[in-house]
T-cell receptor, first 115, second 112 residues
Framework: GAVVSQHPSWVICKSGTSVKIECRSLDFQATTMFWYRQFPKQSLMLMATSNEGSKATYEQGVEKDKFLINHASLTLSTLTVTSAHPEDSSFYIC???????????FGSGTRLTVV | DQQVKQNSPSLSVQEGRISILNCDYTNSMFDYFLWYKKYPAEGPTFLISISSIKDKNEDGRFTVFLNKSAKHLSLHIVPSQPGDSAVYFCAASGGGADGLTFGKGTHLIIQP
């Protein structure tokens, strides 16, 4: 089946530094990828939609200069959290749209802790 | 404003019985609904979906019912098994290449 590999699974970084999270589609081409964030005991919130070769579309309230998304190829999308602060600590999950079935497949998530 | 609502934060069901998880939505543009199972620090696992042109979809022990007039859907799991214990998320999409709008989840606990 369609698999999305997300790395790293967890990362701890110092406040002010940047962190890059990678999301790769292993056995299919992902034209559209999504990035979600989940705070403890909360829902998964859509942050942005990225289409290969074009700029990402950000949801209201999500700072595009802080959360840089690059989708340069059909198999790789990256999310970079720039100048991270403790309030950015969260669980980040990527997802790819499955064109054939109309469904979605998710990565395993990245637990980001900013200290 | 929550467009997808799961009003029960938790649900406890005895093993072998039916588990019924409920979900309500407010956006009439949603036309595709999905249920996911999730464990802490893991990505969601797809369970079952339903298009707005249907009112029922069944896959093994899982059945999803959609009542468009009430903007309500439910997931039935029967018989419930201990491995079903997890957080279940209801999600909705407006179709096309839209991302998903998730509910807050319901923690299902299957008791032996």
């Amino acid at each position: 089946g369609a698999v999305v590999s997300q790395h790293p699974s967890w990362v701890i970084c110092k406040s002010g530094t940047s962190v890059k999270i990678e999301c790769r589609s292993l056995d299919f081409q992902a034209t559209t990828m999504f990035w979600y964030r989940q705070f403890p005991k909360q829902s998964l919130m859509l942050m942005a939609t990225s289409n290969e070769g074009s700029k990402a579309t950000y949801e209201q309230g999500v700072e595009k200069d802080k959360f840089l998304i690059n989708h340069a190829s059909l198999t790789l999308s990256t999310l970079t959290v720039t100048s991270a602060h403790p309030e950015d600590s969260s669980f980040y999950i990527c997802s790819a749209a499955l064109a054939a079935s109309g469904g979605y497949t998710f990565g395993s998530g990245t637990r980001l802790t900013v200290v | 404003d929550q467009q997808v609502k799961q009003n029960s934060p938790s649900l406890s069901v005895q093993e072998g019985r039916i588990s019924i998880l409920n979900c309500d939505y407010t956006n009439s543009m949603f036309d595709y609904f999905l249920w996911y199972k999730k464990y802490p620090a893991e990505g969601p696992t797809f369970l079952i979906s339903i298009s707005s042109i249907k009112d029922k979809n069944e896959d093994g022990r899982f059945t999803v019912f959609l009542n468009k007039s009430a903007k309500h859907l439910s997931l039935h799991i029967v018989p419930s098994q201990p491995g079903d214990s997890a957080v279940y998320f209801c999600a909705a999409s407006g179709g096309g290449a839209d991302g998903l709008t998730f509910g807050k989840g319901t923690h299902l606990i299957i008791q032996p």
